[in-house]
């Protein structure tokens, strides 16, 4: 243990609504707000005493104009608080997280609030501004195709065709699917989510507010032969609406602070922080880029993969998490194979949801969990995003207090 050592005080996630479904009326920074002020909460720290706020936001086009310091003024923290939106696609949380835990390792902070959020409900459709002709049919975008102009095809046909090239078939992404469900609803009966999650209000167009209570996308009469029978989408050979998350809408944020300015408050600590990694590779190496995050992690801390006794990896398509454990692995297919029996062991985005912003905290405090609900341990929170990037974060919950 170190005085300098970066500790996490608290975690907190709303849970994650299904497009257009429960938390639709809810703006993503206000969104933001409820998970800052629930973080903190349970963090016992003063909110005068963060010194930043750095928040992840994948689509802003649901929020526009500096998202981060909207949610700043809706939460509790002081108006007097410095904030960042982070804009790095799927990544966005979990830089924000990186972020927070360089700002305090180089002594520019004691405490940070970090994390993200998205309302992919409330994303506009986008209209051109300029026309060839003023009478006229118009054409209209919709920015949740995640569409650019670097690539001439759909996320989901070059992350088939990946998946593929590394001998991952339908059938194994179709698998894994159905295992994160299964998994996601043992732990969800065991109250395993409590940790990380707590109730929102949602208001209603018609009708009392609601409480909203549990994640919507999971679907508990998911089968191999209804995911057998759905026909791959955008021009993919595997990929599915079955074996990929949805578009959801959620907010989760995580509050760092120094362990002895941490100690000096008696405030909670849940785990360690060792190291932080970004890298990015070619516009088409989302299903891998989490494995070159975790390899790099690895090097700089002298271990292998099988040294991690738990692994996340987003489910930005089921595919994502069999080809990095492959990667992981060299190429040896039972190696893998061991990797994955500690990798999403509680279930993934495919069935929890992927709001953009929010999913990269979310990892992060979801293995926290894994490895307190173990007994402790090391363990590694990993994620795609934005045409071949990647980041990655080493935890340690050993010598958590």
């Not at 994650?16 to 963090?43: T, W, Y």
């Not at 003023?134 to 996320?155: C, F, H, K, T, Y």
């Not at 194994?172 to 998994?183: E, V």
């Amino acid at each position: 243990m170190s005085d300098n050592d970066i500790m996490v005080t608290s975690v907190a996630r709303t849970p994650f609504g299904r497009f257009g479904g429960s938390l639709k009326n809810i703006p993503m920074a206000s969104l933001a707000a409820l998970a800052i002020n629930e973080a903190i909460a349970r963090s016992l720290i003063d909110p005068a005493d963060i010194d930043a706020a750095y928040i992840g936001c994948g689509m802003i086009g649901a929020a526009t104009l500096t998202p981060a310091r909207q949610a700043v003024l809706i939460s509790g923290l002081p108006e007097t608080t410095p904030s960042l939106t982070v804009d790095r696609a799927c990544c966005s949380g979990m830089t924000a997280v990186g972020l927070g835990w360089k700002d305090i390792r180089v002594g520019a902070a004691q405490a940070i609030l970090c994390g993200g959020a998205d309302n992919l409900s409330a994303t506009p459709l986008l209209m051109p501004r300029d026309r060839d002709k003023l009478v006229g049919q118009m054409e209209i975008d919709d920015p949740l195709l995640l569409r650019a102009s670097v690539i001439d095809r759909s996320i989901a046909c070059y992350t088939s065709e990946e998946a593929l090239r590394h001998g991952v078939d339908r059938q194994a992404q179709d698998d894994w699917a159905l295992a994160s469900h299964q998994r996601y609803f043992a732990s969800e009966k065991a109250g395993y989510f409590e940790f990380e999650r707590f109730a929102v209000e949602a208001p209603q167009k018609k009708g009392p507010v609601q409480i909203f209570a549990t994640d919507e996308s999971p679907r508990v009469d998911t089968s191999a032969e209804k995911l057998g029978r759905l026909k791959a989408v955008y021009g993919s050979e595997s990929i599915t609406p079955g074996n990929a998350p949805g578009l959801n809408d959620g907010a989760a944020f995580i509050v760092l602070a120094r362990r002895a300015w941490a100690v000096e408050r008696d405030l909670p600590m849940l785990a360690r922080v060792i190291d932080y990694a970004q890298v990015a590779d070619g516009p088409t190496s989302g299903s891998f880029t989490p494995a070159i995050g975790i390899e790099r992690l690895l090097q700089r801390n002298d271990l292998l993969p099988h040294d991690l006794d738990a692994i996340e990896i987003n489910e930005a398509f089921a595919a994502t998490p069999l080809v990095s454990t492959l990667r992981l692995a060299d190429g040896d297919k039972e190696s893998a194979k061991t990797l994955r029996i500690r990798t999403n062991c509680h279930g993934g985005a495919v069935a929890i949801g992927h709001p953009l912003g929010a999913s990269g905290a979310r990892l992060v405090m979801t293995l926290i969990n894994s490895l307190r609900q173990r007994g402790g341990g090391l363990g590694v929170a990993a994620i795609c995003g934005g045409f071949g990037q990647g980041d990655a974060v080493l935890l340690d919950v050993g010598d958590a207090t």
